[in-house]
């Protein structure tokens, strides 16, 4: 990485405000080892291939073989029967390596895909591709939409490789739920802990049968959120006696034991008494069947999770905490079970079994024996779903971590509101592109107001403090070369607009989310406000004094942050001492190339605008 300034982040108000550039450090080597990877396991499965193709043949020539044999038998020739075993081994081996070199290398495609997807965020090509996570948007949020949090291309898409729903659920709520410091620094170390585990990450991509499997948050809550189906034990009793004598007569029927003339009278009032059960429950249960037929996966997911978490050992304290919550309960044991019943509810539907299944009412008593599961454990199987939400979402950001080397994890500080890095840089922008600038806003510099020519570079600038810090309280590492910061709640006005559904103007949802942010700072936490175009739907003079009527609310809170403008009357509030703000610019160095950015904030007032000079770059005439 080239570095050429550093930045004592304890100077005044008016601070060296340099500029780095990003070149690709070490993540070069993350993606050679993912490709590396991905090389030898191709590799493995080519064998594989190989191997099934020539176990097929010989499987088929073994049953080639074994029909002839078979053949010769069925025409008289009783010595061949002793040849048939030797046929028949050899099929029955073929067809058992088979298998297994399948499943290996069924395993072998999902390492391979795991670490192609790292392949493509390691090549900025992940945009569109993963999850939006916009299915956990939250209505009037106060910076979801303006720091692109969620959404195709979003800090949400770049985060999230989540094995299950509700892990992304969980990631989702560190991107967007306000944090105490504490919380965010057990999050950190967590993530620290886990960031070299590519080993743990690759076990966790293989976890459930297929693919497609996950852990689905929807499903889960609507089923615990049911009732539980009281029904009195000896009711349970009843249908499992009179079904286990249903079963034992049918099979003396077919085995012409007794005959059937003389079962029926035996067999119809156990028949009745499934059947007036049944019916009694029959609402209930049909719903609950409903349910468990797409929690299958889910749970075999969550199991699986929940075992492998249980034989790791960890050092952070947050880790410790959810192995313990699961080793302690035996949770992957327990869950076991569940899923045993809910894999005979599957097997149910099969087409030959489901008429078996009525008639024992096999799908009643499934019912009750998952009822009766969910009785004695849904509160910790509530606990081993949120630790295993955790500890995925702790995972994903220690991913991010581990394929962003040139981030670093900012020291969190207590105390008065303070964001403070050297060379920060929007953490979406591709890693040839990013312009790292100096930030220092604390007790001595409570805000920026930062002029400057269109498409200059200052939206930019303002998601890139905001986004970092929404990672530094999730528990990552931001992408400065240096970082120290409180945990804020964030508050950004950078992309309202116009609402004709709600009959907003943009300057009344502008004013709203002002109040909004000022509110915030009577909460007791630090406050990160970041504002674009602050009031820009009113005429100058009036938007500079409500303008500085905000800002000075917002900075009397103890909030610190950034405004962006084009209006040169609105660089009066930052020379008001009593609200500690600095004028900062963002302009192009050369007059004829109006678009010719380097992107770097500087100190003072814009002291050049550019829109006349690109109007006449468009080839329109100005008098």
């Not at 620290?192 to 976890?207: G, S, V, W, Y």
């Not at 007790?443 to 930062?450: C, E, P």
């Not at 502008?510 to 509110?519: C, F, K, N, Q």
Request: hydrophobic fraction near 50%; include cysteine; charged fraction near 20%.
């Amino acid at each position: 990485m080239a570095l050429t300034v550093s930045l004592d982040l304890s100077q005044g108000r008016e601070g060296a405000f340099m500029s780095i550039s990003f070149a690709p450090a070490q993540a070069g080597a993350v993606l050679d080892m993912y490709e590396a990877q991905v090389k030898s396991l191709q590799g493995q499965i080519s064998v594989l291939q190989t191997r099934q193709s020539r176990t097929l043949a010989a499987g088929v020539v073994g049953v080639v073989l074994l029909a002839a044999l078979l053949m010769a038998a069925l025409e008289g020739q009783r010595f061949i029967l002793v040849a048939l075993a030797a046929p028949l081994i050899g099929t029955a081996w073929a067809l058992r390596s088979f298998l297994r070199d399948r499943r290996v290398s069924t395993q072998l495609a999902h390492r391979e895909s795991f670490y192609e997807r790292g392949i493509e965020r390691m090549r900025e090509s992940w945009r569109g591709k993963g999850s939006t996570g916009l299915e956990f948007a939250r209505d009037n949020h106060l910076y979801q939409a303006d720091l692109d949090i969620l959404g195709e291309g979003s800090l949400f898409e770049s985060i999230c490789t989540t094995r299950s729903e509700v892990g992304a659920e969980r990631l989702a709520s560190y991107l967007l739920d306000p944090t105490a410091l504490e919380e965010a620094r057990a999050r950190q170390e967590a993530v620290k802990e886990l960031r070299d585990a590519t080993a743990l990450r690759e076990q966790i991509a293989l976890l459930g049968k297929y693919q497609f499997q996950n852990c689905d948050g929807k499903h889960l809550r609507e089923w615990l959120s049911l009732p539980i189906l009281k029904v009195h034990s000896g009711v349970s009793i009843l249908l499992a006696v009179s079904s286990a004598i249903s079963l034992m007569l049918g099979v003396c029927g077919f085995a012409t034991l007794f005959a059937w003339a003389r079962i029926a009278p035996v067999s119809i009032p156990f028949l009745v008494v499934q059947a007036v059960i049944g019916l009694a429950l029959m609402r209930p249960v049909r719903l609950r069947l409903k349910m468990l037929l797409a929690l299958g996966g889910d749970v075999v997911v969550l199991r699986q999770g929940a075992g492998l978490i249980e034989r790791q050992q960890f050092h952070s304290a947050r880790l410790r905490q959810l192995v313990e919550r699961l080793r302690l309960q035996d949770a992957a044991a327990t869950i076991r079970a569940l899923e045993r019943l809910l894999a005979a509810v599957e097997r149910r539907e099969d087409f030959i079994l489901y008429a078996f299944g009525l008639w024992l009412a096999v799908g009643t008593q499934l019912v009750l024996a998952v009822e009766r599961w969910r009785a004695a454990h849904q509160r910790d199987f509530e606990d081993w779903v949120d630790a295993w939400a955790e500890f995925e979402a702790l995972n994903a950001l220690a991913c991010y971590a581990f394929e962003h080397p040139d981030h670093v994890f900012p020291e969190l500080l207590d105390g008065s509101a303070r964001f403070e890095a050297e060379g920060l840089c929007h953490p979406l922008l591709p890693r040839d592109r990013g312009v790292g600038n100096d930030v220092a806003l604390n007790d001595l510099t409570a805000f920026y107001v930062i002029s400057g020519s269109n498409m200059a570079g200052k939206s930019t600038f303002l998601r890139a403090i905001g986004l970092n810090a929404i990672l530094a309280s999730a528990g990552a590492p931001v992408r400065a070369v240096r970082a120290r910061m409180t945990v804020f709640n964030v508050c950004a006005s950078i992309c309202i607009a116009d609402s004709l559904v709600e009959g907003k103007s943009r300057f009344l949802a502008e004013v709203e989310r002002l109040r909004e942010s000022i509110r915030a700072t009577e909460g007791g936490r630090p406050v990160l406000f970041l504002i674009d175009e602050i009031l820009g739907g009113t005429n100058s003079r009036d938007r500079r004094i409500a303008a500085e009527s905000a800002i000075g609310a917002l900075v009397a809170g103890g909030a610190v942050g950034a405004l962006s403008t084009h209006d040169l009357a609105l660089i009066e509030i930052a020379e008001n001492p009593r609200l500690r703000g600095v004028n900062l610019h963002m302009q192009s160095e050369d007059s004829e190339l109006p678009l010719a950015f380097d992107y770097r904030v500087k100190p003072g007032i814009l002291l050049q605008t550019n829109a006349l000079a690109i109007v006449r770059m468009m080839g329109i005439r100005i008098d």
